[in-house]
């Protein structure tokens, strides 16, 4: 057993399904609800994913997918995926990488 690392869960922002868990080794912090970009198995496109490490962390993520809290994060991580928007990328956009 390696005992000194966590299974830390993914969860898709589009579909709110849970992806492919990673091993991170443990005291490997990242501020909560860290974003990781994963293929989705459901969607079939990489799309950001959040990480959750405890229950009530995928308890707090499924409340926010409920209420529709990543509907704009979904379209953001889609744009960038998509065909390329010629002339399109604008200051907002730069700015909130
Ligand atoms: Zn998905």
Redesign the pocket.
Known sequence: MAKNYQTHRFF?I????E?IPLARKQGHKHERFHRKKLY?P??KIE?NHVECQTDEDVYNFRVDFEEGVFADEIEESLAHVGASRLGKIDVGEIANR
């Open positions: 898709c589009k579909c709110g399904k992806g989705c459901y969607c799309i």
